[in-house]
């Protein structure tokens, strides 16, 4: 069972979609689907949930995504650009109107000084142009919870997007 405050945040998105015909696609690296778990624990989450994505190597990344070589050759895996990459493929890549994408080091292991475990950057793309990017920096909170506070924040992405179109 997801958490509470997840599983609102998620009834919210959901909600949100529903009441305006809207579809999501996930494209997910170090969460391993826990956004689409997390949205698809929910009963009638089929009406809104396209499909997700798990790219956790880089050959699925460029494989299922389009995530061009040269950018993860450049930035790496764990970099804004390959988030956006991400978003952008997997909308491509589906029929959803909504994408949001996550990459980052949960740990233990895995970081570095330039990219410390806990930092994880997210991309939400729209069809209609719309693009928002964050990066977080949880630290070294432990691989759980950089993934659930991961969620959370990839969850928060697709409901501005939601809300901007409702507006």
């Given at each position: 069972?997801?958490?509470?405050?997840?599983?609102?945040?998620?009834?919210?998105?959901?909600?949100?979609?529903?009441?305006?015909?809207?579809?999501?696609?996930?494209?997910?690296?170090?969460?391993?689907?826990?956004?689409?778990?997390?949205?698809?624990?929910?009963?009638?989450?089929?009406?809104?949930?396209?499909?997700?994505?798990?790219?956790?190597?880089?050959?699925?990344?460029?494989?299922?995504?389009?995530?061009?070589?040269?950018?993860?050759?450049?930035?790496?895996?764990?970099?804004?650009?390959t988030a956006a990459a991400m978003a952008?493929?997997?909308?491509?890549?589906?029929?959803?109107?909504?994408a949001v994408a996550i990459t980052g080091?949960?740990?233990?292991?895995?970081?570095?000084?330039?990219?410390?475990?806990?930092?994880?950057?997210?991309?939400?793309?729209?069809?209609?142009?719309?693009?928002?990017?964050?990066?977080?920096?949880?630290?070294?909170?432990?691989?759980?919870?950089?993934?659930?506070?991961?969620?959370?924040?990839?969850?928060?992405?697709?409901?501005?997007?939601?809300?901007?179109?409702h507006a």
């Amino acid at each position: 069972m997801i958490e509470d405050k997840l599983h609102g945040a998620a009834r919210r998105v959901l909600d949100l979609c529903r009441a305006q015909g809207l579809h999501i696609v996930t494209a997910e690296s170090c969460t391993g689907g826990l956004v689409a778990a997390a949205l698809t624990e929910i009963a009638g989450s089929s009406e809104v949930v396209d499909c997700g994505f798990v790219t956790y190597s880089n050959a699925a990344k460029q494989a299922m995504l389009d995530v061009p070589a040269v950018t993860l050759a450049r930035h790496g895996a764990v970099s804004a650009q390959t988030a956006a990459a991400m978003a952008k493929g997997a909308l491509k890549n589906s029929q959803a109107d909504f994408a949001v994408a996550i990459t980052g080091i949960a740990g233990p292991g895995g970081g570095s000084k330039r990219k410390p475990v806990g930092l994880v950057y997210f991309a939400a793309a729209s069809r209609n142009g719309k693009r928002l990017a964050r990066s977080r920096r949880f630290g070294k909170i432990g691989r759980q919870r950089v993934r659930l506070r991961s969620v959370e924040q990839a969850l928060a992405l697709l409901e501005t997007l939601a809300e901007d179109a409702h507006a």
